[in-house]
């Protein structure tokens, strides 16, 4: 991405697209009840009160009323249906893993099945977009964390933390070609999650390859632990090679939050919150997800940038477009186009004897 004179000005900026994840899946209900949604109605409740604090993107993940993460798609299908009448106009983003909740203390920590994920293209009603990862890569969500940060919490219990520690994200080239042609022959836009910059370089090589044509959203994730570090040497790195025509969210985890999320509205990026992300303010008290959203809605009004409505963040994101060429996809991302051949004629690589 480039940043030309007056970029930094909030007029030449689009809105700001504040993407809310409130069901935190890897936590259990005794870990913030004020907050965690269990039941359908309140994990419908959630997304209402969320929207109606400025967030335009929902990403989703389900509960089963005993409070465990649902691995079920019926159980995401009942819930997509309530959702898509009690909030038709947001942008309704399933997350791609299903659930990584471990079934109980002692069990991995995982993402499911490749063919498991596969079926989130036939989810029914169909939602905006399902989260992608690209590269298969470890996924510790606790490296970064100090005590404070799951003091009082389920993460207290050897086996929890431990099996969080050992994670996985398995998103091997095969799969990945698979499931982003399969999210596109049912209209479904994929989100791309980036952990690193080789992620994005390997989604660049699959445009350039025709195994994906549309629109380029994507969130930089910054966890640690085999993503990238949140600090802005990285960010910053990340946010070199990202072309101009797609859109970028960043995304970190607990107090680091804030910050990253504050640079990023300040240079006309995009956020996301929620306590998939954190349960923590920046003095270190809980802070709901509602409350966060509304944090960072203030943020922006301070520096002067608008929020986007609904309407504008699907504008923003190009929901429902598809490109018909790997050259109209290049174009429309503004990746450079002219290239020198891959494979020379051979006479031009003999060396003279």
């Known amino acids: ?39 359908l109605d309140q994990q419908v409740q959630k997304a209402v009160d969320c ?54 203390d002692g069990s991995a920590a995982k993402w499911l099945s490749d ?18 990862a690209i590269n298969t890569t470890q996924m510790n969500t606790v490296e970064l964390w100090t005590t404070e940060d799951y003091i009082g919490t389920s993460y207290e219990r050897p086996a929890i933390y431990d099996a969080y520690e050992d994670m996985i994200v398995p998103a091997n080239p095969a799969w990945a070609r698979e499931h982003v042609r399969r999210l596109q022959a049912s209209g479904i836009q994929p989100h791309f999650q980036m952990t690193a910059k080789s992620s994005l370089v390997t989604l660049e090589r699959m445009i350039r390859r025709g195994d994906y044509k549309g629109p380029l959203n994507v969130t930089w994730v910054a966890l640690s632990g085999g993503f990238d570090n949140p600090d802005p040497y990285s960010m910053m790195e990340f946010i070199r090679i ?9 995304e970190t985890q607990m107090r680091a939050c804030l910050p990253v999320n504050t640079m990023a509205i300040a240079m006309g990026l995009h956020v996301r919150c929620g306590i998939e992300d954190t349960l923590w303010g920046p003095r270190g008290d809980l802070q709901t997800s509602v409350q966060q959203v509304e944090q960072l809605v203030r943020i922006a009004r301070e520096v002067g940038r608008g929020v986007a409505s609904a309407q504008e963040a699907r504008a923003i994101y190009r929901i429902g477009e598809q490109f018909s060429s790997v050259d109209q996809t290049l174009a429309e991302l503004r990746y450079p186009v002219a290239r020198r051949p891959l494979h020379p004629a051979l006479a031009e690589r003999k060396v003279p004897a």
Do not use: C
Request: no cysteine; net charge negative.
């Open 1 to 39: 991405m480039h940043f030309l004179d007056g970029a930094l000005l909030p007029e030449n900026q689009e809105k700001l697209v504040i993407t809310v994840a409130p069901y935190g899946p890897q936590w259990e209900p005794s870990d913030f009840p004020e907050d965690l949604p269990v039941t």
């Open 51 to 104: 929207y109606n604090a400025g967030a335009t993107v929902l990403h989703m993940h389900a509960r089963e009323d005993d409070g465990h993460g649902s691995k079920r798609l019926s159980r995401f299908n009942e819930l997509l249906a309530r959702l898509k009448e009690a909030v038709p106009d947001m942008i309704i983003q399933v997350g791609g893993s299903i659930s990584f909740a471990p079934e109980a």
């Open 115 to 132: 063919d498991t994920r596969h079926m989130l293209a036939e989810l029914t009603p169909r939602p905006e977009q399902v989260t992608v």
């Open 242 to 250: 990202v072309p101009d025509g797609a859109t970028l969210t960043l």
